[in-house]
């Protein structure tokens, strides 16, 4: 089966000698830092519901609320995200039950019933919408009602009220497909349908990032209107690619018919389209999607795929590796710049099976983090400076850490995970939550604090430390890209009749038992993650001295 091809990587060379002291951790260490997590959490989400609730977000500093900015509606930095729908609250949800804590998440799940609303006079990004708020409600009610083995959670009386609040935002969300090409646009007011504000031009992630929840929704209730939209975008994306390098831009106008912006890469603006091709797949057995995501990362691999130094002998895995933006017609050089969010593919090269690309990929932004206790929102490779210094508390290192080591069960993960809780409770703890950093330079700190830091951030260090967590017991179970829950069966499949083919459902049951981490050999799960000639070469790379 093509699992088992995918799985199937080469042998392992990262061996060498390495720190001594990553070769051990005490359970008693994990399990400590598992409770600090879980308290730093609490510090923010309890300082939310105390401070901001019903709001959308927490002002750490003022221990304020904050929802969107209806005095300028071309505020999308804010109003792109916040809709007056208590989004802190709802994006929360699967991480409280994660914890075990019962009746914190019902208490929850039913402040959520009592007070949430899509009916609000609001524009707000359709990506955002879908992977914050409409995957949180699809993962909860699931929860409560088809994983139950797991999670053990009952809520007496509950009548599918966060699956009807997930069907009423799909419904509000749909009028961004309504156009010709099927492309959806990027923006909609919750209450009339399309929007006049910023919505000529759609990113690739905004465009291929809404397969998952949108499939999942559309299964649940029965309407296969959800899943024809969003295959339909993934089709007309497909159909843009580069005839000369099979590379995708990064932002399309729906206007024009044009990319306006030609940089490819694996970063912010295309990064969860990569994700959701291979998820999509994962989730629901679709071949086409596994086909397109191949060639995608074999056309990655052969042009954005670098090595530090290009002359001489030095061996491959001795050798730092990062990927370079890139145009999507030449494959040539775009820019000397890397973003934070591109520690996301790290995760998607684990699942693709290719495993020490992924340990090697790993160790750059570990490096960074080194040097800055946080990771900048862009690292300048060819300068060694940063070119945006700010850290709003982003997941994507803290879940390529935490993936690495369910796939490896190598400790040093778990000491790179200390290090970046360390990090988040020195530098960016704040008097009422913990805050985004103005800059990693200076550690100036910004009065806010987003979403996903309680959605995500502190998930998967959670996960990570908590070695004995159901959810590490069970590999069916794989994340959105905002960090909620879906799990790997057949049984959405079966009682749907639009499904593409009969077969399908029963062969994507068959696959949950195939992704664990046990599938890499016990061998490679606890050589050293990398040799000491590599990590000389890492410091000179990032200039870490």
Same mark, same amino acid.
């Given at each position: 089966?093509?699992?088992?091809?995918?799985?199937?990587?080469?042998?392992?060379?990262?061996?060498?000698?390495?720190?001594?002291?990553?070769?051990?951790?005490?359970?008693?260490?994990?399990?400590?830092?598992?409770?600090?997590?879980?308290?730093?959490?609490?510090?923010?989400?309890?300082?939310?519901?105390?401070?901001?609730?019903? #709001?959308?977000? /927490?002002?750490?500093?003022?221990?304020?609320?904050?929802? $969107?900015?209806? =005095? %300028? @509606?071309?505020? !999308?930095?804010?109003?792109?995200?916040?809709?007056?729908?208590?989004?802190?609250?709802?994006?929360?949800?699967?991480?409280?039950?994660?914890?075990?804590?019962?009746?914190?998440?019902?208490?929850?799940?039913?402040?959520?019933?009592?007070?949430?609303?899509?009916?609000?006079?609001?524009?707000?990004?359709?990506?955002?919408?879908?992977?914050?708020?409409?995957?949180?409600?699809?993962?909860?009610?699931?929860?409560?009602?088809?994983?139950?083995?797991?999670?053990?959670?009952?809520?007496?009386?509950?009548?599918?009220? #966060?699956?009807? /609040?997930?069907?009423?935002?799909?419904?509000?969300?749909? $009028?961004?497909? =309504? %156009? @010709?090409?099927? !492309?959806?646009?990027?923006?909609?007011?919750?209450?009339?349908?399309?929007?006049?504000?910023?919505?000529?031009?759609?990113?690739?992630?905004?465009?291929?990032?809404?397969?998952?929840?949108?499939?999942?929704?559309?299964?649940?209730?029965?309407?296969?209107?959800?899943?024809?939209?969003?295959?339909?975008?993934?089709?007309?994306?497909?159909?843009?690619?580069?005839?000369?390098?099979?590379?995708?831009?990064?932002?399309?106008?729906?206007?024009?018919?044009?990319?306006?912006?030609?940089?490819?890469?694996?970063?912010?603006?295309?990064?969860?389209?990569?994700?959701?091709?291979?998820?999509?797949?994962?989730?629901?057995? %679709?071949?086409?999607?596994?086909?397109?995501?191949?060639?995608?990362?074999?056309?990655?691999?052969?042009?954005?795929?670098?090595?530090?130094?290009?002359?001489?002998?030095?061996?491959?895995?001795?050798?730092?590796?990062?990927?370079?933006?890139?145009?999507?017609?030449?494959?040539?050089?775009?820019?000397?710049?890397?973003?934070?969010?591109?520690?996301?593919?790290?995760?998607?090269?684990?699942?693709?099976?290719?495993?020490?690309?992924?340990?090697?990929?790993?160790?750059?932004?570990?490096?960074?983090?080194?040097?800055?206790?946080?990771?900048?929102?862009?690292?300048?490779?060819?300068?060694?400076?940063?070119?945006?210094?700010?850290?709003?508390?982003?997941?994507?290192?803290?879940?390529?850490?935490?993936?690495?080591?369910?796939?490896?069960?190598?400790?040093?993960?778990?000491?790179?995970?200390?290090?970046?809780?360390?990090?988040?409770?020195?530098?960016?703890?704040?008097?009422?939550?913990?805050?985004?950093?103005?800059?990693?330079?200076?550690?100036?700190?910004?009065?806010?604090?987003?979403?996903?830091?309680?959605?995500?951030?502190?998930?998967?260090?959670?996960?990570?430390?908590?070695?004995?967590?159901?959810?590490?017991?069970?590999?069916?179970?794989?994340?959105?890209?905002?960090?909620?829950?879906?799990?790997?069966?057949?049984?959405?499949?079966?009682?749907?009749?639009?499904?593409?083919?009969?077969?399908?459902?029963?062969?994507?049951?068959?696959?949950?038992?195939?992704?664990?981490?046990?599938?890499?050999?016990?061998?490679?799960?606890?050589?050293?993650?990398?040799?000491?000639?590599?990590?000389?070469?890492?410091?000179?790379?990032?200039?870490?001295?």
């Amino acid at each position: 089966m093509m699992w088992y091809i995918l799985l199937a990587c080469q042998s392992c060379q990262l061996v060498g000698a390495y720190y001594d002291i990553a070769m051990h951790f005490p359970v008693h260490r994990s399990d400590s830092l598992k409770h600090q997590v879980r308290k730093m959490f609490y510090f923010g989400y309890d300082n939310y519901m105390a401070h901001a609730f019903p #709001l959308d977000e /927490l002002n750490p500093h003022d221990c304020s609320g904050r929802g $969107p900015d209806y =005095d %300028n @509606p071309d505020n !999308i930095n804010i109003n792109d995200i916040l809709g007056n729908f208590s989004l802190g609250l709802v994006d929360s949800l699967d991480t409280l039950a994660i914890m075990g804590d019962e009746d914190i998440f019902k208490k929850a799940v039913n402040n959520v019933i009592k007070t949430v609303s899509f009916d609000q006079e609001c524009t707000v990004q359709v990506f955002e919408s879908t992977i914050r708020l409409l995957g949180s409600l699809i993962s909860a009610h699931l929860i409560l009602t088809e994983w139950t083995d797991v999670f053990k959670i009952k809520i007496d009386g509950y009548d599918n009220e #966060l699956l009807s /609040l997930a069907h009423d935002l799909g419904v509000r969300l749909l $009028p961004a497909f =309504d %156009n @010709p090409l099927g !492309i959806p646009r990027p923006r909609v007011n919750l209450r009339h349908g399309n929007s006049d504000i910023y919505n000529e031009q759609a990113c690739t992630a905004g465009i291929g990032t809404l397969i998952l929840e949108f499939k999942m929704l559309g299964r649940l209730i029965g309407d296969p209107v959800y899943e024809h939209v969003a295959e339909r975008a993934m089709d007309k994306l497909w159909g843009l690619r580069s005839n000369e390098t099979g590379l995708i831009g990064n932002v399309y106008n729906i206007e024009t018919e044009t990319w306006d912006d030609p940089m490819s890469g694996i970063g912010a603006g295309i990064d969860s389209y990569y994700e959701y091709l291979l998820k999509s797949f994962i989730l629901f057995g %679709n071949e086409n999607d596994l086909s397109r995501f191949s060639y995608f990362y074999d056309n990655i691999t052969k042009y954005m795929k670098r090595f530090y130094k290009t002359e001489g002998t030095v061996k491959d895995y001795e050798n730092p590796i990062y990927f370079a933006n890139v145009n999507m017609d030449s494959g040539k050089l775009d820019n000397y710049w890397i973003d934070s969010l591109s520690a996301a593919f790290i995760g998607v090269q684990i699942l693709h099976g290719d495993l020490e690309t992924a340990i090697l990929h790993h160790a750059l932004f570990y490096g960074l983090w080194m040097k800055y206790d946080a990771l900048p929102e862009r690292y300048n490779w060819n300068k060694k400076v940063c070119e945006y210094a700010f850290y709003p508390l982003r997941p994507e290192f803290a879940e390529a850490t935490y993936l690495l080591y369910q796939a490896t069960h190598h400790p040093f993960y778990l000491y790179v995970g200390e290090s970046i809780f360390k990090s988040i409770e020195k530098y960016n703890k704040a008097k009422c939550g913990y805050a985004t950093l103005n800059s990693v330079l200076t550690k100036k700190q910004e009065d806010r604090m987003e979403s996903f830091f309680l959605s995500e951030t502190c998930k998967y260090l959670y996960l990570l430390f908590d070695l004995d967590n159901p959810l590490n017991k069970h590999s069916d179970f794989i994340f959105t890209t905002e960090g909620h829950l879906l799990r790997i069966n057949g049984h959405v499949r079966e009682k749907m009749s639009f499904f593409h083919r009969e077969s399908d459902a029963a062969r994507v049951s068959n696959i949950s038992h195939l992704f664990t981490c046990d599938t890499f050999h016990k061998s490679r799960q606890l050589v050293p993650p990398f040799s000491d000639a590599f990590w000389r070469n890492m410091i000179d790379f990032i200039n870490l001295h």
